[in-house]
């Protein structure tokens, strides 16, 4: 098994908190966004979007984090990352969605670059339109964590998927916000510190990893 990753990306993150969890250490290859290592030939024939991560597992090429997460959910099947209960298992996914469609993808990479170099659009406004969606992204998130079933983690008190995608969206979202103003987010921030406390949440942050880059 074989991982193509970044340090700082949080789609990247996620499978190393999803790899850490099942107990899982697969030969790491470094792809440096900033140097647009992404677009480079050989990178874009094993993830055409341009985008990382992606999971070799013999013949198996496997691009999209969440895509990767459930793959290894099967083929490993302990610790579980979904509940027992259709019920269950859609919340957790409805979490883990939130965060990996509604918003991620509006503050990647690509898009800030989009806004800074192709629209013009000034710092101030680029800043802007992080701090925007991540502030819409983060209150539906905080309501949905309000309904009585998070526990320690964001589904009861073991790990899920919610929970892989949750840790690395705070850490990003800690890039433009200031830790008084995360307070206003109490169930995420509680359940981020619970992570954070855990082993394989640990061994996965971006400063353990051996192309992390300081600044
Ligand atoms: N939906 C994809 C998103 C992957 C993604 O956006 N990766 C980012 C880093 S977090 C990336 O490679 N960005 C490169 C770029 O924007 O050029 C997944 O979950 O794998």
């Known amino acids: 098994m074989k991982v193509w990753g970044y340090f700082r990306s949080s789609a990247a993150f996620r499978v190393r908190i999803a790899l850490a969890l099942k107990g899982l250490d697969p030969e790491q290859a470094f792809v440096h966004l900033r140097k647009a290592e992404q677009r480079a ?32 959910d099967e083929t490993h099947p302990e610790p579980a990352f979904l509940p027992e209960g259709a019920a269950d298992r859609a919340r957790v996914r409805a979490l883990a969605y939130t965060i990996a469609c ?18 013009k659009v000034d710092k101030a406004a680029h800043d802007e339109w992080y701090r925007h969606w991540i502030a819409v ?5 905080e309501k949905l964590l309000a ?69």
């Open 41 to 72: 030939p050989d990178y874009l024939a094993r993830n055409p979007l341009g985008l990382v991560p992606t999971l070799e597992d013999g013949p198996a090429t496997i691009t999209q984090s969440l895509a990767i997460c459930e793959y290894l």
């Open 147 to 215: 309904d009585g079933k998070t526990g320690k983690f964001s589904h009861g008190d073991t790990p899920t998927l919610a929970d892989i995608c949750l840790v690395p969206q705070v850490f990003n979202a800690k890039r433009f916000y200031a830790d008084s103003e995360l307070a206003a987010y109490p169930r995420i921030m509680a359940i981020f510190a619970n992570c954070l406390a855990h082993a394989a949440f640990q061994k996965a942050l971006p400063e353990r990893q051996p192309d992390f880059e300081p600044g």
């Open 137 to 141: 992204g983060f209150e539906a998130l």
């Open 102 to 119: 509604d918003i991620h993808p509006i503050n990647n990479l690509r898009i800030l670059q989009y806004l800074l170099k192709t629209l």
